[in-house]
């Protein structure tokens, strides 16, 4: 190989070995297909009415649970339907983060055969040769990061729209599930409410407490479920922010990946508190 | 808003259903005797007609219906309000039914019963 060429792929591959590690996407796109993809408000909503019926004892003198509540199989297909969307966009995440990671074949590492190759053949292979060889083999890898790169920013440049909507419709629906749950804390409450007003003296001490445990229980619920929208919100952004950052140079895009891994674990904290509902 | 169909949106859905949750919490469930255990009843049955509209909600969401049921929304709260006024049970009761069908007549979608129903509850909520 000639002196000039050699230096040509030893000084690109060394340019472009700066190349951004698209890993940080890699780690957030797992968090985000896990929160995206949490069902679990949505199953307490669907299971709300079964909630409530749990909390009657034998002896208790009030009712409790909806009634005229619409049949239970209907809110069953409304949360298969819920699912469907929290699958696709999880899914998205999922595919988002593949593409990023470091599963593309790592050329670097089949050079070497290759050259052990040419010196068994009897050839004389000198250090820079073998230097040469192997910055080649980088430059390639370095070409499958760029298209890599190029891939991500395509996909998230088109679905941007589609994903900024769904995730709005998704807030929709963690309204719809969080407005349900404060339902089934009022009928919660009323039920221990009309338990204190029909017993004697002597149970209402205990009645209060009761009235105290069990809004207590369900604010955490609540809770829950507004860290998970707030999660959603996030997701939206920093969607946004990663689709940015992928037209971005070098040093802005490592920065701004860098702070969008750190709300992974953001991510990460919300789904477990609402997959405790 | 016409005689046959009627133009809401999911949110409102999600509001109206807020309206009549809170509407459960204002009932005198603590009361001793029957009366308690009549509010009781019907803070179930506002429960579930919450948990209705909520389910409609949800569909038209993922639907992406999106229309206005202001008139209603404002009417119920309204009737929210005038339940702290109210002292007999069988006033609450009154109000708390008009409000019941009204919510029943939407998830049916029989617009051409809703006007009718809104123009009742207002009528009870004046007598107040």
Known sequence: ?277 | MTDTTLAYSADELVQLAKALDDMAEAMPVGTPGPDGLTAMRWSQSLGGAAQNLLLMAQRDYLADTTEPLADIVVTTKEATAALAKIKAIDKIVEVVGDVMLLATVIWLQKWNLVLPTVKELRNDIRSV
């Open chain 1, 1 to 277: 190989m000639p002196f000039r060429n050699r230096l040509l792929a030893v000084g690109l591959a060394a340019m472009l070995a700066g190349c951004v590690n698209l890993q940080a996407i890699s780690t957030y796109a797992e968090s985000a297909a896990g929160v995206a993809g949490a069902t679990d408000a949505a199953k307490r909503w669907r299971d709300s009415d079964k909630k409530l019926r749990e909390q009657r004892l034998d002896g208790d003198v009030c009712p409790i649970g909806y009634t005229g509540r619409l049949p239970q199989a209907q809110f069953d297909a409304a949360y298969d339907d819920a699912e469907k969307l929290h699958q696709a966009m999880s899914a998205y995440f999922t595919a988002l983060g593949e593409l990023a990671s470091d599963q593309l074949p790592d050329l670097a590492k089949t050079a070497a055969p290759s050259l052990e190759g040419i010196k068994g053949a009897g050839a004389k292979a000198s250090p820079e040769e073998e230097a040469a060889v192997q910055g080649l083999f980088a430059l390639l890898q370095r070409g499958l990061d760029a298209y890599r790169h190029k891939k991500l920013r395509e996909l998230m440049t088109s679905s941007h729209g589609d994903v900024a909507r769904v995730l709005g419709l998704m807030r929709k629906l963690a309204d719809v599930y969080a407005e349900g749950l404060r339902g089934e804390r009022i009928q919660a409450i009323n039920f221990v409410k009309c338990e204190i007003g029909q017993s004697d003296l002597g149970d209402k001490y205990l009645g209060r407490r009761e009235l105290v445990r069990v809004g207590a229980d369900y604010d955490k619920a609540l809770s829950a479920i507004a860290t998970y929208k707030a999660a959603l919100q996030k997701l939206a952004d920093d969607h946004d922010r990663i689709r940015g950052a992928l037209a971005m140079d070098r040093d802005a895009m490592t920065r701004t990946l860098k702070a969008i891994a750190a709300t992974a674990k953001e991510l990460d904290k919300a789904h477990d508190a609402v997959a405790k509902l």
